[in-house]
């Protein structure tokens, strides 16, 4: 059935959580009525922070999306913000629903909380998320934090979605090296050490210092700020409203530096790069691939024919 998308994005730009859950539907869906709904509200984009959260499991990420949240609301942003798994885009309902530890913000419709699985998406989660960023952004929310659920390298992906790259680190989970390691600090425009409560928070945020000392920062360059944090400490004193106000320091620094189009350039690039393999890919399934296969297996014809063979017939082909 398809959803007439004038009046459900006029519904959720007016605040209707479940016609905007309908519209994101449709990208998780990959459904065919996608391309026209983007189509649609591209002109309504544009105007939101994009800011990823990232860092091993149990560091605090959804704790601090939850303050994060609490801090955004009381300076009277309207807030979205949504769960992402790069790792794995095709886990089906296992992301779906609210998380339980989100409820802190479940009467305030000014915020907006949704976890995202790309169930059979064309493309998977590199092409599905930031339609669905599109979505949140055409619906007038100010801030859409983005957070990366799942282990390995989800940290790094993260960064491909936003425009502002916070990588929450804490003691025992996840330290400077493994960071280092992970390639993450390169990627990371502000570090939380999270359970600052804890004894050994102090050396976290001494090597993390050290490393980010040996990086290289010309005059001018953003140099990534280190932020102590008790996620589960309340607002007053606990690092959350040092957190708001270094990411709004970063999102002043983004549009003064032209680094924000930069950005934005980037991940369209990426995201065209990631649609062109995928709809190459899709394509190639329908193609007559195991006739020339077959070919290619018997020696009658060599494979570079064979590709080339596919990508004149098909790259053009609707
Ligand atoms: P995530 O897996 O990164 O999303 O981590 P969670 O937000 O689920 O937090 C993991 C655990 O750490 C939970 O039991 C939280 O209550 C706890 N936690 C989060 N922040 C803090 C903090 O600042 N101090 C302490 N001591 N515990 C925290």
């Not at 994101?24 to 983007?38: K, M, N, T």
């Not at 570090?191 to 980010?212: C, E, G, Y």
């Amino acid at each position: 059935m398809g959803v007439d998308t004038t009046a459900t994005l006029d519904r959720a730009r007016a605040g209707d959580a479940r016609a905007l859950g309908r519209l994101l539907s449709l990208v998780e869906d990959g459904s065919p009525q996608l391309r026209s709904v983007i189509k649609d509200l591209l002109p309504l984009t544009g105007q939101a922070r994009v800011i990823g959260l990232t860092g091993a499991p149990g560091v605090g990420k959804s704790t601090t999306v939850s303050a994060l949240v609490g801090a955004f609301r009381a300076a009277g942003r309207r807030v979205a913000v949504l769960a992402v798994d790069p790792t794995s885009p095709f886990t089906g309902g296992a992301l779906l629903g609210d998380r339980v530890r989100m409820q802190d913000h479940a009467t305030d419709d000014q915020v907006f909380i949704r976890s995202m699985a790309t169930r059979g998406h064309l493309g998977g989660l590199a092409a599905a998320a930031p339609q669905a960023i599109r979505v949140l952004d055409a619906a007038g929310f100010e801030v859409i934090l983005v957070e990366t659920v799942g282990v390995g390298q989800a940290e790094v992906a993260v960064a491909a979605l936003a425009d502002s790259v916070v990588v929450l680190l804490a003691p025992g989970l996840g330290d400077a090296i493994q960071a280092a390691k992970a390639g993450i600090l390169e990627v990371a425009d502000l570090f939380v050490v999270n359970k600052a409560d804890k004894p050994d928070s102090h050396q976290v945020v001494r090597d993390l210092r050290t490393m980010i000392a040996l990086g290289h920062h010309e005059p001018g360059d953003w140099k990534p700020p280190v932020i102590s944090a008790v996620a589960t400490g309340g607002l007053r004193d606990a690092g959350i409203v040092e957190l708001e106000h270094a990411l709004d320091a970063h999102w002043t620094w983004l549009r003064s530096s032209g680094e924000l189009e930069r950005r934005r350039r980037e991940r369209a690039r990426e995201e065209i790069t990631a649609l062109v393999f995928a709809t190459l890919r899709h394509r190639l399934a329908a193609s007559n691939v195991d006739v020339l296969a077959s070919r290619v297996a018997d020696g009658t014809l060599n494979p570079f024919d064979a590709a080339e063979e596919l990508i004149a017939e098909h790259v053009r082909s609707r």
